[in-house]
């Protein structure tokens, strides 16, 4: 049994946490140089990075192809485990590049920090106060990052809403530009906080910023051909965004598909995977009920029109995005000048991905290609090794049955012979 009471463990440095981590959990020697394959990234740069570190956790990258965006061409970094999600936001991209690709537009990279508020005596004077003083706030917070005032951001605002009987928050929108905006806007909240209390006599808890930027949005619209996807193609696309539409159990994974692509380009480029996901469902709610983030309709000529509008919390400057090799190799292949950009990307990329597999439920299902592309997965889940995989996962698709029995049914009779 493993005794998880590691005293002075995180004061160890990176070596001899991976040597307790392997005596303790009994690793085989295989594993163990496994284990200390850290890729790209050197132990002095993993440990900067997260505490208690051991070693890496690797995903594929792979590249999504055919997108057109605004007349510009781009190949796009995703990381992800799942196959044929790659293969599905390539293909939606194809067929959308008959009609010049997606057109996009964003808004500024406005975040939100917020600054509770609690058991307040009077709120309509603490909020009068609070407008009456926003000036000085402002300017406060902007002297805490000069760096970010001197690019055309920086503090713009002050809003105040009204939590409950006795709670106010106050709401600091920033301008954040290329970053994401999590350091600067929780640097300028804490630094706020103190003087509210001064000026209003009230007392402040919390000062973080907030995921959901409602004030950072992303938009992409495409359209697909009646010529290449028919009539009753068009017809299940649009029943399937009805379907999501009406009933949040169905919008749940209308959503986590379109995140598929969000999230893959999300964790490629280095940025919070985990606020992108937060922002786009808790947007998704919004309005009191759980709605997809895309919509799609007929023109006037049958042809099927896809839109989509989410917040987009991507930078390009500052945390891993800056640190970590491989993701600015993946920026490099990618050629965005600004964050407002990759957030536009990731719009497209997120349509495409939605639209690809809608088109599959309203015709063939979306197992039978997901399937034929996990096949392999599935083959080496058998125990297939080499060459032995691909002559698996290709017999597996031609028998129609593609599951963990039959590969090893298949694989035994390859063996045999």
């Not at 964790?267 to 709605?291: M, P, Q, V, W």
């Not at 500052?318 to 600004?338: E, F, M, R, Y």
């Not at 889940?381 to 032995?388: C, P, Q, R, V």
Request: proline residues 2%; charged residues 25%; aromatic residues 6%.
């Amino acid at each position: 049994m493993v005794n998880s009471n590691l005293e002075g463990f995180y004061k160890k440095n990176f070596n001899a946490r991976q040597k307790e981590i392997i005596k303790k959990a009994g690793l085989s020697s295989k594993e163990a140089k496994m284990l200390k394959n850290s890729g790209s990234l050197d132990s002095g740069l993993l440990d900067k990075m997260i505490e208690n570190t051991i070693g890496i956790f690797e995903l594929p990258l792979g590249i999504a192809n055919y997108f057109k965006i605004n007349g510009k061409d781009y190949l796009i970094p995703m990381a992800i485990e799942e196959s044929s999600v790659v293969a599905a936001a390539s293909n939606g991209a194809r067929m959308a590049r008959e009609t010049g690709g997606f057109k996009t537009k964003s808004s500024k990279p406005l975040m939100i920090g917020q600054i509770q508020l609690v058991n307040v005596k009077n709120a309509a004077k603490t909020k009068k106060l609070i407008q009456k003083n926003s000036g000085k706030l402002l300017k406060l917070a902007n002297l805490q990052d000069k760096t970010l005032v001197k690019f055309g951001g920086g503090a713009k605002k002050i809003e105040i809403r009204n939590i409950g009987a006795k709670m106010l928050v106050v709401h600091l929108i920033v301008d954040v530009r290329d970053a994401m905006g999590a350091n600067a806007i929780n640097t300028m909240c804490e630094v706020l906080a103190p003087e509210i209390e001064k000026l209003t006599g009230e007392k402040t808890r919390l000062r973080i910023i907030s995921n959901l930027a409602v004030h950072r949005l992303a938009e992409a619209k495409a359209k697909w051909k009646q010529k290449t996807l028919g009539k009753d193609v068009i017809k299940g696309i649009i029943e399937a965004y009805n379907f999501a539409k009406n009933d949040p159990f169905r919008a749940t994974t209308h959503n986590k598909g379109i995140m598929n692509g969000v999230a893959a380009l999300t964790i490629a480029t280095g940025n919070d995977f985990r606020a992108i996901e937060a922002g786009a469902h808790a947007f998704a709610s919004l309005k009191g009920k759980y709605k997809p983030l895309t919509k799609f309709y007929k023109d006037k000529k049958g042809d099927l029109i896809g839109e989509i509008v989410l917040p987009v919390q991507f930078g390009l400057v500052g945390g891993t995005t800056k640190i970590h090799p491989k993701a600015q190799l993946c920026l490099k292949i990618l050629k965005v000048k600004n964050a407002q950009e990759l957030g536009e990307v990731a719009a497209a990329l997120g349509l495409a991905q939605n639209f690809a597999a809608l088109r599959a439920l309203a015709s063939e299902g979306i197992q039978k290609g997901h399937m034929k592309l996990h096949a392999k997965n599935i083959a080496m889940m058998a125990g297939a090794k080499n060459k032995e995989i691909e002559k698996v996962s290709k017999k597996l698709v031609n028998s129609g049955q593609i599951s963990f029995d039959m590969a090893k049914r298949i694989l035994k009779e390859l063996r045999g012979k």
